[in-house]
């Protein structure tokens, strides 16, 4: 298992920005495909973005494509996803996933290894 933690998130207006870290452990890091969820209270768990393991392919949710991006550096152990342009639909308890897999997923369901989430509000 590979252990992950995110941080990053925070209190933010509407148009700004945010770069979300996820930190991992354990495991060799550029064997596992990452993403980034997200939950919002009174939604279900979201898929936001994915990276293969070797950063040549990327996919976003359509509620977030061409605001965010998502990157990662396989010799820090690191995945990111930054935030432009947020509104306040985007708040919400973001989390860092992972799955010890050569094809990425867009389903937070196939994911097995997940951070404890960071908190990102963006004010109105």
């Known amino acids: 298992q590979v252990q992950l933690v995110e941080s990053g998130g925070g209190l933010v207006q509407a148009g700004g920005s945010l770069r979300l870290s996820c930190a991992a452990s354990?495991?060799?890091?550029?064997?596992?495909?990452m993403a980034w969820c997200r939950h919002a209270p009174g939604k279900d768990r979201e898929f936001v973005a994915t990276?293969?393991?070797?950063?040549?392919?990327?996919l976003y949710a359509d509620s977030v494509k061409g605001r965010f991006t998502v990157s990662r550096d396989n010799a820090k152990n690191t995945a990111y996803l930054q935030m432009d342009s947020l509104q306040p639909e985007d708040t919400a308890f973001y989390y860092c996933a992972a799955r010890e897999s050569r094809l990425i997923a867009t389903k937070a369901d196939n994911y097995n290894n997940w951070g404890q989430g960071t908190q990102v509000t963006v004010s109105s």
């Open positions: 354990g495991r060799t890091f550029s064997s596992y495909v």
């Open positions: 990276i293969s393991r070797r950063s040549g392919t990327t």
